[in-house]
Protein backbone atom coordinates (compact mmCIF):
# COMPACT_ATOMS: atom_id res chain seq x y z
CA UNK A 1 0.00 0.00 0.00
CA UNK A 2 1.62 3.29 -0.87
CA UNK A 3 1.88 6.15 1.30
CA UNK A 4 0.92 10.03 -0.14
CA UNK A 5 0.58 13.49 1.11
CA UNK A 6 -3.37 14.64 1.76
CA UNK A 7 -4.81 17.46 1.92
CA UNK A 8 -1.96 20.66 3.37
CA UNK A 9 -1.62 24.32 3.88
CA UNK A 10 0.77 26.69 5.64
CA UNK A 11 0.75 30.26 6.21
CA UNK A 12 1.48 32.95 8.82
CA UNK A 13 -0.81 32.97 11.72
CA UNK A 14 -1.76 36.23 13.88
CA UNK A 15 0.19 39.05 12.98
CA UNK A 16 -0.95 41.88 14.95
CA UNK A 17 -1.10 45.08 12.23
CA UNK A 18 -2.15 48.18 13.58
CA UNK A 19 -2.79 50.71 11.19
CA UNK A 20 -3.14 54.74 11.72
CA UNK A 21 -4.30 56.85 9.16
CA UNK A 22 -2.75 60.44 9.59
CA UNK A 23 -4.42 62.24 6.49
CA UNK A 24 -6.26 64.72 8.57
CA UNK A 25 -5.36 65.49 12.46
CA UNK A 26 -8.69 63.23 13.22
CA UNK A 27 -6.39 59.89 13.32
CA UNK A 28 -8.10 56.92 12.25
CA UNK A 29 -6.60 53.54 14.00
CA UNK A 30 -7.82 50.07 12.47
CA UNK A 31 -6.40 47.05 15.10
CA UNK A 32 -6.32 43.99 13.06
CA UNK A 33 -4.84 40.08 14.22
CA UNK A 34 -4.42 39.04 10.18
CA UNK A 35 -3.87 35.11 9.52
CA UNK A 36 -3.02 33.49 5.89
CA UNK A 37 -2.97 30.27 4.90
CA UNK A 38 -1.86 28.73 0.88
CA UNK A 39 -2.70 26.07 -0.32
CA UNK A 40 -2.13 23.76 -3.83
CA UNK A 41 0.57 21.71 -4.92
CA UNK A 42 3.30 21.52 -2.49
CA UNK A 43 4.15 18.12 -2.82
CA UNK A 44 7.66 18.35 -3.24
CA UNK A 45 8.26 20.49 -0.44
CA UNK A 46 6.96 17.65 1.75
CA UNK A 47 8.06 14.57 0.05
CA UNK A 48 11.59 15.71 -1.24
CA UNK A 49 11.78 19.25 1.15
CA UNK A 50 11.93 21.55 -2.34
CA UNK A 51 10.80 24.64 -1.40
CA UNK A 52 10.74 26.10 -4.93
CA UNK A 53 7.28 26.64 -5.02
CA UNK A 54 6.62 28.03 -1.60
CA UNK A 55 6.32 31.42 -0.72
CA UNK A 56 7.72 31.89 3.11
CA UNK A 57 5.58 32.88 5.82
CA UNK A 58 7.59 35.37 6.58
CA UNK A 59 6.66 36.82 3.33
CA UNK A 60 3.46 36.73 4.29
CA UNK A 61 3.38 38.27 7.45
CA UNK A 62 5.12 41.35 5.33
CA UNK A 63 2.98 41.17 2.86
CA UNK A 64 0.37 41.68 4.66
CA UNK A 65 2.18 44.95 6.64
CA UNK A 66 3.33 46.35 3.31
CA UNK A 67 -0.16 46.34 2.35
CA UNK A 68 -1.73 48.07 5.02
CA UNK A 69 0.43 50.61 4.24
CA UNK A 70 -0.17 50.72 0.47
CA UNK A 71 -3.53 50.23 0.80
CA UNK A 72 -4.49 51.67 4.10
CA UNK A 73 -7.78 49.34 5.73
CA UNK A 74 -10.57 51.06 4.37
CA UNK A 75 -12.45 48.00 5.53
CA UNK A 76 -11.21 44.30 6.85
CA UNK A 77 -13.55 43.10 4.21
CA UNK A 78 -11.54 44.74 1.29
CA UNK A 79 -7.84 44.57 2.89
CA UNK A 80 -8.77 40.56 3.13
CA UNK A 81 -9.18 40.33 -0.87
CA UNK A 82 -6.43 42.60 -1.98
CA UNK A 83 -4.09 40.82 0.62
CA UNK A 84 -5.45 37.50 -0.54
CA UNK A 85 -5.36 38.15 -4.57
CA UNK A 86 -1.53 39.33 -3.98
CA UNK A 87 -0.67 36.21 -2.00
CA UNK A 88 -2.08 34.34 -4.99
CA UNK A 89 -0.56 36.04 -7.80
CA UNK A 90 2.60 35.90 -5.86
CA UNK A 91 2.43 31.96 -5.59
CA UNK A 92 1.67 29.98 -9.22
CA UNK A 93 1.55 26.53 -7.06
CA UNK A 94 -0.98 27.40 -4.65
CA UNK A 95 -4.85 27.13 -5.84
CA UNK A 96 -6.04 28.67 -2.78
CA UNK A 97 -5.98 31.21 0.42
CA UNK A 98 -7.51 31.57 3.35
CA UNK A 99 -7.55 34.88 5.15
CA UNK A 100 -8.45 35.50 8.60
CA UNK A 101 -9.31 38.93 9.68
CA UNK A 102 -10.20 39.65 13.14
CA UNK A 103 -10.89 43.47 13.89
CA UNK A 104 -10.07 44.72 17.58
CA UNK A 105 -12.38 48.14 17.64
CA UNK A 106 -11.70 51.00 19.26
CA UNK A 107 -13.59 53.87 20.52
CA UNK A 108 -12.97 57.55 21.09
CA UNK A 109 -12.49 59.21 23.51
CA UNK A 110 -15.22 61.63 24.79
CA UNK A 111 -14.07 64.25 26.77
CA UNK A 112 -17.40 66.37 27.95
CA UNK A 113 -19.45 66.60 24.38
CA UNK A 114 -15.93 66.50 22.05
CA UNK A 115 -14.53 63.32 20.47
CA UNK A 116 -10.91 63.10 21.14
CA UNK A 117 -8.84 63.10 17.58
CA UNK A 118 -5.82 60.96 18.83
CA UNK A 119 -7.05 58.59 22.01
CA UNK A 120 -8.97 55.65 21.66
CA UNK A 121 -10.38 52.81 23.96
CA UNK A 122 -10.87 49.54 22.62
CA UNK A 123 -14.05 47.70 23.30
CA UNK A 124 -14.68 44.45 25.53
CA UNK A 125 -12.48 43.39 28.39
CA UNK A 126 -12.91 46.07 30.42
CA UNK A 127 -13.77 44.73 33.85
CA UNK A 128 -15.24 46.65 37.34
CA UNK A 129 -13.97 45.45 40.51
CA UNK A 130 -14.72 46.01 44.29
CA UNK A 131 -12.59 45.26 47.10
CA UNK A 132 -13.80 45.26 50.65
CA UNK A 133 -12.14 45.01 54.16
CA UNK A 134 -13.95 44.75 56.96
CA UNK A 135 -13.40 44.19 60.32
CA UNK A 136 -15.43 44.56 63.95
CA UNK A 137 -13.18 48.22 64.01
CA UNK A 138 -12.44 49.06 60.39
CA UNK A 139 -13.33 48.92 56.82
CA UNK A 140 -11.56 49.48 53.99
CA UNK A 141 -13.83 49.84 50.53
CA UNK A 142 -11.45 49.88 47.47
CA UNK A 143 -13.16 50.46 43.69
CA UNK A 144 -11.53 50.29 40.39
CA UNK A 145 -11.55 48.58 36.99
CA UNK A 146 -8.70 46.18 35.08
CA UNK A 147 -8.39 45.60 31.44
CA UNK A 148 -9.43 49.06 30.43
CA UNK A 149 -7.22 49.21 26.83
CA UNK A 150 -6.44 52.43 26.00
CA UNK A 151 -3.75 54.23 23.43
CA UNK A 152 -2.49 57.88 22.52
CA UNK A 153 -1.56 57.38 18.31
CA UNK A 154 0.55 60.60 19.14
CA UNK A 155 1.77 62.72 22.29
CA UNK A 156 3.83 60.60 23.49
CA UNK A 157 8.04 60.52 23.53
CA UNK A 158 10.17 58.49 25.78
CA UNK A 159 14.12 59.75 25.74
CA UNK A 160 16.85 61.12 28.07
CA UNK A 161 16.51 57.76 29.84
CA UNK A 162 19.71 56.15 31.33
CA UNK A 163 21.89 53.90 29.28
CA UNK A 164 24.88 51.08 29.87
CA UNK A 165 26.44 48.59 27.73
CA UNK A 166 23.32 46.86 27.52
CA UNK A 167 21.18 49.77 26.05
CA UNK A 168 19.88 49.19 22.57
CA UNK A 169 16.76 51.10 22.77
CA UNK A 170 16.76 54.03 20.46
CA UNK A 171 14.87 57.77 21.70
CA UNK A 172 11.39 58.05 20.55
CA UNK A 173 10.52 61.52 19.70
CA UNK A 174 6.61 60.61 18.91
CA UNK A 175 5.28 56.77 19.42
CA UNK A 176 2.22 55.07 20.20
CA UNK A 177 1.53 55.38 24.17
CA UNK A 178 -0.77 52.09 24.99
CA UNK A 179 -1.64 50.01 27.90
CA UNK A 180 -4.02 48.07 29.57
CA UNK A 181 -5.03 49.58 32.75
CA UNK A 182 -5.31 48.26 36.12
CA UNK A 183 -6.68 51.20 38.48
CA UNK A 184 -7.64 50.87 42.17
CA UNK A 185 -9.17 53.66 44.29
CA UNK A 186 -9.34 53.60 48.02
CA UNK A 187 -12.60 55.51 49.47
CA UNK A 188 -12.56 57.84 52.71
CA UNK A 189 -14.79 55.92 54.55
CA UNK A 190 -14.17 54.16 57.65
CA UNK A 191 -17.40 52.62 58.63
CA UNK A 192 -20.38 50.47 56.80
CA UNK A 193 -22.72 53.64 57.30
CA UNK A 194 -20.97 55.87 55.53
CA UNK A 195 -21.23 53.46 52.41
CA UNK A 196 -25.34 54.15 52.39
CA UNK A 197 -27.05 56.87 50.19
CA UNK A 198 -23.61 57.12 48.25
CA UNK A 199 -24.19 56.85 43.82
CA UNK A 200 -21.28 54.23 43.41
CA UNK A 201 -22.82 53.64 40.05
CA UNK A 202 -21.93 57.53 39.58
CA UNK A 203 -18.96 57.77 41.04
CA UNK A 204 -17.16 54.86 39.22
CA UNK A 205 -18.04 56.77 35.67
CA UNK A 206 -16.73 59.75 37.16
CA UNK A 207 -13.84 58.14 37.61
CA UNK A 208 -13.27 56.15 34.84
CA UNK A 209 -13.94 59.26 32.63
CA UNK A 210 -11.27 61.31 34.74
CA UNK A 211 -8.49 58.72 34.31
CA UNK A 212 -8.95 58.96 30.37
CA UNK A 213 -9.46 62.49 30.54
CA UNK A 214 -5.75 63.04 31.96
CA UNK A 215 -4.55 59.78 29.38
CA UNK A 216 -5.82 61.44 26.64
CA UNK A 217 -4.73 65.40 27.68
CA UNK A 218 -1.53 64.80 28.93
CA UNK A 219 1.73 65.35 26.93
CA UNK A 220 3.56 62.48 28.04
CA UNK A 221 7.26 62.06 28.66
CA UNK A 222 6.68 58.71 29.64
CA UNK A 223 3.96 56.44 30.91
CA UNK A 224 5.22 56.91 34.89
CA UNK A 225 3.91 60.71 34.24
CA UNK A 226 0.97 59.95 32.47
CA UNK A 227 -0.05 57.85 35.80
CA UNK A 228 0.68 60.39 37.63
CA UNK A 229 -1.13 62.65 36.45
CA UNK A 230 -4.21 60.85 35.89
CA UNK A 231 -4.10 60.07 39.48
CA UNK A 232 -3.56 63.49 40.55
CA UNK A 233 -7.00 64.74 38.25
CA UNK A 234 -8.71 61.86 40.18
CA UNK A 235 -8.04 63.09 43.80
CA UNK A 236 -8.43 66.58 42.36
CA UNK A 237 -12.00 65.86 41.39
CA UNK A 238 -13.30 63.27 43.76
CA UNK A 239 -12.22 64.28 47.37
CA UNK A 240 -13.71 61.29 48.78
CA UNK A 241 -11.19 59.14 47.26
CA UNK A 242 -8.39 58.76 49.56
CA UNK A 243 -5.50 57.25 46.86
CA UNK A 244 -5.24 55.56 43.56
CA UNK A 245 -3.20 52.58 42.61
CA UNK A 246 -2.14 51.76 38.93
CA UNK A 247 -0.60 48.55 37.02
CA UNK A 248 0.02 48.89 33.42
CA UNK A 249 1.62 47.05 31.43
CA UNK A 250 3.35 48.67 28.30
CA UNK A 251 1.92 47.55 25.47
CA UNK A 252 4.30 47.88 23.28
CA UNK A 253 3.93 49.00 19.42
CA UNK A 254 7.63 49.44 16.91
CA UNK A 255 7.62 50.51 13.44
CA UNK A 256 7.93 48.23 10.71
CA UNK A 257 10.73 48.22 8.35
CA UNK A 258 9.18 48.49 4.79
CA UNK A 259 12.01 50.16 3.56
CA UNK A 260 13.34 46.41 1.88
CA UNK A 261 9.88 46.90 -0.31
CA UNK A 262 10.31 50.14 -1.44
CA UNK A 263 7.91 51.75 0.91
CA UNK A 264 8.11 54.56 2.89
CA UNK A 265 6.43 54.68 7.24
CA UNK A 266 6.06 57.72 8.55
CA UNK A 267 4.38 56.17 11.58
CA UNK A 268 1.66 54.43 9.70
CA UNK A 269 2.47 51.00 10.10
CA UNK A 270 3.27 49.19 13.56
CA UNK A 271 3.73 45.72 15.06
CA UNK A 272 2.00 45.20 18.24
CA UNK A 273 4.26 43.47 20.63
CA UNK A 274 2.56 41.05 23.61
CA UNK A 275 5.26 39.96 25.26
CA UNK A 276 8.00 40.70 26.64
CA UNK A 277 6.46 43.97 28.38
CA UNK A 278 7.54 47.11 30.97
CA UNK A 279 5.00 46.96 33.89
CA UNK A 280 4.76 50.32 35.48
CA UNK A 281 3.03 50.24 39.15
CA UNK A 282 2.62 53.65 41.28
CA UNK A 283 0.21 54.49 44.06
CA UNK A 284 -0.63 58.74 44.22
CA UNK A 285 -2.04 59.49 47.62
CA UNK A 286 -2.67 62.52 49.33
CA UNK A 287 0.28 64.40 51.16
CA UNK A 288 0.25 63.48 54.93
CA UNK A 289 -2.33 60.38 54.30
CA UNK A 290 -1.31 57.05 54.97
Known amino acids: MGIVLGANQYGKAESRVVRVHRDT ?29 VLPTDTQKNTAFAFAKKYGVSSPEEYAVVLGRRL ?5 AA ?38 DLTDD ?3 LVSGLTDLVVLKSTGSEFKGF ?42 HRTARALLLEAFAETYSHALQE ?37 LDNPGEVFIAADRPYGLIEATVTREGDG
Not at 29 to 52: E, W, Y
Not at 88 to 92: I, R, V
Not at 119 to 131: A, C, I, L, P, S
Open 25 to 53: ARHEIRDLTVSTALRGDFTDAHVTGDQSH
Open 88 to 92: LDATP
Open 95 to 132: TGVRVRVEEHPWDRVTIGDREHDHTFVRRGGEVRTVEL
Open 138 to 140: AMT
Open 162 to 203: LRDEYTTLEDADDRILATSLTARWRHAVGSADEVAGVDWDGQ
Open 226 to 262: TLFAMGRLLLERVPTIAEVSFAAPNKHHFLVDLEPFG
